[in-house]
């Protein structure tokens, strides 16, 4: 940090009594004033956002993209607000719209793993894999979560891509073992590709942690 100090003797010497704010002139006020503008407008899209998430959780879609809208325009550099209204795009069947909000948030933070993750999901609901894969190994890339290695093995299974997609859900167990879904999902995988017995095994696997999650003896 300089140690030199700001040069606001020459700028701010007003006579007393006169309010900076009478001095639309002044360039350090007007960025000042800009500057509250803009602290105020943040804070607000923050507050919207949250509104925006509460709409979500009750199910309440297109109020919560109604708050997440004027979240952005408050604050068009809010990455957060255009991740979670694609989010809710996808809830409405509006994938198209939702792979533009994700790819706004990428652009804004390219480190969003979860950007990556969901803009994924929505290539997924319309059959672009190739995609879809894509940003799952993005998202994987900047940090390996269980559910996105499921999900891009969703991805290979759907193209017929069997040892890809059992290598993935392996990969999905390892970093969450209680996960009956996954069991399940490369049970299927291991059907498809005609190995009866392992699908089996995992079948019994999904079957034994989903009783198990649910408090009971399986």
């Not at 804070?43 to 109020?63: H, I, P, S, V």
């Not at 790819?103 to 950007?115: F, N, Q, S, Y």
């Not at 319309?126 to 799952?136: S, T």
């Not at 995988?189 to 005609?194: E, N, Q, S």
Request: charged share 30%; aromatic share 10%.
């Amino acid at each position: 940090m300089s140690n030199d100090s700001p040069p606001t003797t020459r700028i701010l010497s007003v006579s007393r009594g006169q309010s900076l704010a009478l001095r639309p002139g002044n360039a350090l006020v007007t960025r000042g004033l800009q500057d509250i503008a803009q602290f105020g407008n943040r804070a607000r899209a923050e507050e919207l956002l949250n509104l925006g998430n509460t709409c979500y959780l009750k199910r309440e879609y297109d109020q919560a993209i109604e708050y997440y809208t004027e979240a952005i325009r408050l604050d068009p550099q809010h990455a957060r607000a255009y991740d979670n209204r694609g989010l809710t795009y996808g809830k409405v069947g509006d994938y198209k719209r939702a792979i533009a909000d994700y790819t706004e948030a990428i652009r804004l933070d390219p480190k969003d793993g979860i950007a990556y993750h969901n803009r994924g999901d929505a290539y997924l609901r319309i059959a672009d894999y190739a995609r879809a894969i894509a940003d799952y190994s993005e998202a994987i890339q900047i940090g390996p979560h269980a559910i996105t290695y499921h999900d891009r093995g969703n991805a290979y299974a759907d193209i017929a891509d069997y040892d890809r997609a059992i290598a993935d859900y392996t990969k999905a167990i390892r970093l969450s073992p209680k996960d009956a879904w996954t069991y399940r999902s490369r049970g299927n995988a291991y059907l498809k590709k005609g190995d009866h017995a392992k699908a089996e095994s995992d079948f019994a696997e999904a079957k034994q942690r989903y009783t198990n999650r649910r408090g009971r003896t399986a």
